[in-house]
Every structure is written in C-alpha cells, then in structure tokens.
C-alpha cells in the first residue's frame, strides 16, 4: 500500500479554475471574491461578521490587539501550537496557562481563574473538538472577553451553535493541512460586535481610514482575492467533508475498542459534534507505536510533543519548568494523531487499524 499521509488538502479544477478567474478579472488585493467569502463564511458560522486576513496567526494578533489587552493577562491552554500564547506576547499581554483537560484534551474550565489583570481567556477547540464553553464562560465572568482559537474547527457545533460564534470573536486559520483552506496561509475572525469587526478591518489594511489617512499603527494581513476565491469553492463543501471525517473516526473508534494499551479520543454528544481535524489517540508507548506505523507506510505524529509553556522561549520569558502544568504535560508526552482526510478510503483506515492491533499483539 502506498504511504498514508496523516492529512492531505483537496484540490479540484474547480478550485484551481475560481483562482484564476480572480486573478483575470478581480482586484488581486480585495477583490470582490474577498468580500464574498467573508459573507459566506458569517453566515456559516451564524455572526454578523467575519473579517479575513493572512492567516490564522494573524487573526489571534489583530483580535488580541482589537481587544486591548495591552498591559493585561490572557489565559490560555499550554497544550496547542505555539501560535496561540504568541498571539497574546505580540499584542503586549502576557499569557497565563490553565492546564488541559485529560478528557478532552482542551483547557479545563476549571482551572480558567480570573485575576484582577485579567482581559480575556482564549480556549482552543483543539483537534476540532469543541471546548465547554459555558463553563469557560461561567468562569471566566461577564467583564472577560471570549476569544475562540477555532484555527482547528471548522464547522464544529457546541450546544447548537458553531464555534466561533460563542465568545466574542472566533479565530480560524485556512492552513493547508486544515479542514478547509485557501489554497495557502489565510485566516478569518468571525464576530457579532460591529466596532469591533471596524477595528479588525482596519488593523488588516495598514489602519487606513481612506486610501492614504490612517490613524492606528496597522498591518499588512490581508488575504489575496485569488485565496479567497479558493476558499469560497472550499467552504460549500465543508460540510461534507466533516460528515466523512466523523464517519472515519466512527471506524477507528470501532476497529480500536478493544485495544486495551490505547486511549481514544472522545467522539462528541448531543450537544457536541466535533470535526475531527485530528484523530489523537493515547498510548504509552507513543513512540514505539509510531515507529511501527511508519515500517508500514502509515505516516503518524505528534501534536504537540512540547507544550508552550516548556517550550525555550517561554521558559526564559516566563520562568516555567516542569511540573507546572501535570496534564498538559502528560497529554504531550501520550497523544498520536493518525490519518484522517475526507479522501481517506475504508481500506486505508482499516490498514492503520490492523496495524495497532497487531503493534500490541493482537490479531486484525
């Protein structure tokens, strides 16, 4: 069998064919195709707003900076790529971790403990699993600000809603290996707060208030017309693509059940439906594990295997060290993501499983 890769971006004529048809007849730089995906997208997600930009880094920046909390404290999880605590060091913040969850692998509620320098909390709905945000929000306070790194969940719904239309801002990020993307680095912040969605708007675009008057120090986070064009081919099949990623995860849950030395990852509730960005297991023998995927052309890794907060960076700008966060710790050191795209066939899923099965001594 040839190699499994754990995720692989769809691309089709149709997709290549709308880039080229903004680049022939569109402005490059916010085009019309630009200011449709942002419609579509609000209106997908359920907010008033959504203001696209370079990527999903820039979008937890510009919200951060949007926000304020220059000077202040955002709390966030340490299990998630470096780009979330990032986002809060570049907008003048500094982040404060509470530890993840070993049930759901996103930050615990309740460990969210505001202080007095408290500005906002940004849970991660990671791996596209939704994080329980009215414990989030029922501890965090009404004066707290919500941002959602939703940068893993597209289309995920917690208690009827999708997220990113739960806090006050969402952040999405339109990678390639995500479950939808542009057809390079893009992001996209969703809000219902109209100054808010001004603010981000302006910050994107040099904080220009006309062509050449600008009165905030802005960026250049734009996102080309051409991305946006493939993105908006990309979001009208979004959904289906979860459909099929969830249907995957039904099958390694299945196949998986009975092996003892895993752990698998939740499958979401009535009132959760994640997406399924990644497929985590557990397992003590991580690497052991990982080692025997790949002898059978299975690609399998890690994410993330240092949390932020031991990360060198912020262990020189923080003063961290180990211990701090126990779970958070042990997450790092157990999860494995294994193979899960939409194109991803029956017999491949199958071929992964066999291969655990066997990896532990038992028989497919």
């Not at 004529?13 to 709308?18: R, S």
């Not at 990678?175 to 969605?197: E, H, P, Q």
């Not at 060198?312 to 060290?321: F, N, T, W």
């Amino acid at each position: 069998m040839n190699k499994i890769p754990v995720s692989r971006p769809t691309v089709t004529d149709e997709m290549v064919a709308a880039m080229a048809d903004a680049v022939r007849n569109e402005r490059m730089v916010l085009g019309e195709s630009v200011f449709r995906f942002e419609e579509e997208f609000a209106r997908y997600i359920g907010t008033k707003h959504a203001i696209s930009v370079s990527s999903g880094t820039d979008a937890l920046i510009l919200t951060m900076m949007a926000l304020n909390v220059r000077g202040r404290e955002v709390i966030t999880t340490p299990l998630s790529f470096i780009a979330t605590a990032n986002a809060i060091v570049h907008a003048g913040a500094t982040p404060i971790f509470a530890d993840a969850s070993l049930k759901d692998y996103n930050i615990e509620p309740s460990e969210v403990r505001p202080g007095r320098d408290t500005a906002a909390v940004m849970p991660v709905h990671l791996f596209g699993y939704p994080a329980r945000m009215d414990e989030i929000r029922e501890n965090a306070g009404e004066r707290v600000k919500i941002v959602e790194d939703a940068c893993q969940a597209h289309g995920a719904v917690y208690k009827g809603r999708k997220v990113g239309a739960l806090g006050d801002a969402g952040c999405f990020s339109f990678y390639a290996t995500k479950n939808m993307t542009v057809g390079g680095d893009g992001g996209m912040i969703t809000t219902s707060d109209d100054r808010l969605a001004a603010d981000l708007r302006k910050l994107r675009d040099c904080g220009r208030v006309s062509r050449y008057e600008h009165d905030v120090f802005g960026f250049t986070a734009r996102l080309n017309t051409a991305n946006a064009a493939f993105g908006r081919v990309q979001l009208r099949h979004l959904d289906g693509w979860n459909e099929r990623r969830r249907a995957i995860a039904r099958r390694y849950a299945e196949r998986l059940k009975d092996v003892e030395e895993i752990v698998l990852p939740p499958t979401g509730s009535r009132d959760v439906v994640p997406v399924f960005h990644l497929f985590v297991i557990q397992a003590e023998d991580r690497d052991a594990l990982a080692r025997t995927l790949l002898e059978r052309n299975i690609e399998a890794l890690v994410h993330y295997p240092i949390p932020i907060h031991l990360q060198p960076v912020y262990r020189d700008a923080l003063g961290m060290s180990e211990g701090s966060y126990p779970d958070s710790e042990r997450l790092a050191g157990r999860v494995l993501s294994l193979p899960i795209f939409p194109t991803l066939t029956d017999e491949e899923v199958d071929w992964v499983c066999q291969a655990i099965v066997e990896h532990y001594g038992g028989k497919a």
